[in-house]
């Protein structure tokens, strides 16, 4: 990868990554010797065919999975044969998520929504994740709504308490996997812009992967994958 | 675990409907469990009782001798002799009460002794005449290896301790001859008849007991039975009955003296009961396997359905612990509102099938339902219906939680 500012440190390094889906007849070659690196600051857009193995390659990158070949580094250390329990750790700490279909948990408000992965981590006190969650919330034009179960917000809103879930734990990478596939024009413009803000913002860097031409043109650095490989590799 | 309990209790809500299933399932096992076992258990503590009432916790009885023979090798020497037990003589009865009776009072877990001096009379009353078994004994003696006080029905046991020429009859005896507190019964022995007066009506309910039992002053009975020095038995109560067959085999080794424990006289009627006990346990057994797999079923597809919120949390940095503990304490939680709802029931179930009516006449009479009530049955229902329930959640919860999150998501995606 190229076009890393000076100041910029590497956050996430993938070494010829490699992944089978299914099985016997089905099989399919998701991956087929992916590598890239994450610096920080930087905005990243991962586009492609249907198929191409973007998804595979996100959830890869974000310890959700494992590939059957290839290696992860994060922060320089090696992860992607770490036991559960470690990567599970750095998940909650280094890596926000942010899905298509947004993922909340309609059974909890959106505050509560945003809460949950700080009171997994356990790190500041009740007011502070509550004052956090607020502040996020705010920041994603929620103020309003913030006591609101999930079930009762539009699309839009639903991927904003989405995004401000992902930044709850203040991790180094976010994750998005068509995080504006279902959005309308508008709200795809907010929630892209939130998450470019947040890679410039910091010492952080940000992944999309998207179908979305005009997105991908707005991030730092646009990779371009088919059948597995990234075309310009 | 303050977070895992209210994520547990947020799922739970969400799936009110599959959630009463289970709940149905836990409190129906559980009732059922804790009515079953306070019915099967019912009837044979009710008989047991009974016969500890009655009989005493075990009988000294005939004397005996082991018959030693001496065998001798025919080896070169001819001097290797071995002793082989070729059974026992039996004398009939008691010949020196008194002594057996000071011997078996040494006893630590002897709690009363009565000596019985038992015999077969005719009864007749100015209507009919019926066989009876006379029992005599002394009064204050067997008031302490009975409940003899308990069972009076009708009359005074004081009038009986007072005046030899009184009788208690049992309640059955007592109907077929027509008789009432202060009747004259005359019991008829070897060609002899002696006139009696009955000065208390008793109840075991031991139909067998009831039907025939006629108690009289020991004194007297040996004059009507023709026996000055013998006993029949000598009736001995322990401070706890339930060890009556340990008691029975050392008294038996010491005493040279036949020692039936209740558990070896009743032996009969408690086969016969604990075949009832087996068979319920397979009926019970089956309900309650078809309530866990039911319960199974229901959390297995709860847990299906929350794959993706599963992904989420893992996606989150919730670990797999936290997953199974959630899914766990939503199991947790319907188990403690079952065994709660399902206690009660039974409490209400136990309550109103006490008070069945039903018209028993056999091995012993009662007039409702006799059951058992027991907090053992309550405590293993709740251990039973734990086993079940963390089993039912913990497995389908650990599969679950073992899948990697990405397989998840990109199955839901």
Redesign the interface.
Known sequence: MTGALPQSIELLRAENLRRT?GADESKTKALRGVSLALQSGRSYAVTGPSGCGK??LL??L?L???PDEGEIFLSGKSVARAD??HR??L???KIG?V???H??????TALENVM??M???GKLAPDEMRERAETLLKNVGLAERMNRSTGHLSGGEQQRVAVA?ALA?EPSIILA?EPTGNLDERNSKMVFELLASFAHDAPRAVLVVTHNPDLAARCDEVLRMKDGLFATA | MG?ILQ?AW??L??KKRAMLMSLAGIVFGVAFFIVAQAQTSGFESFFIRAVWGTNGALKVQDKFQNNIVTSMAAGENGDFRVKLSEGRTYVEGIAHPAEVLRAVRSFSEVRGSSEVLRGRAVAKSGFREDECEVNGIRLADHLAVSDLAAQVRAGSLADFARNPQTVLIGAKLAERLSLDIGSGLILKQGGESRRYRVAAIFETGVEEFDKRRVYLDLREARGLLHEPEKSSFIQVSLDDNNRADVVAAHMQEVLQHDVRPWQKSEKTWLQVFATLRISSAITMGVIISVAALGMFNTLAIIVMERR??I??????????S?IVAIFVAQGMMVLAAGLVLGCLAAVAITYGIERLPIHIRGIFSADHFVVKWSLWHYVFAAVLSTVVVLIASYLPARRAAKV????I??G??
């Open positions: 889906l998804s595979t959830y890869l974000g959700l999975d494992r559960d329990t599970t750790r998940r909650m700490e998520f899905f298509q279909f993922f909340l948990l309609p059974e909890f949950l992965p009171r997994r981590l879930r734990n996997d | 977070l994520i947020r799922f809500l969400a993706r919120e992904a989420i949390l893992r996606s989150m940095g919730y670990t797999r936290d990697e999150p990405g397989e998501i990109r839901a995606s």
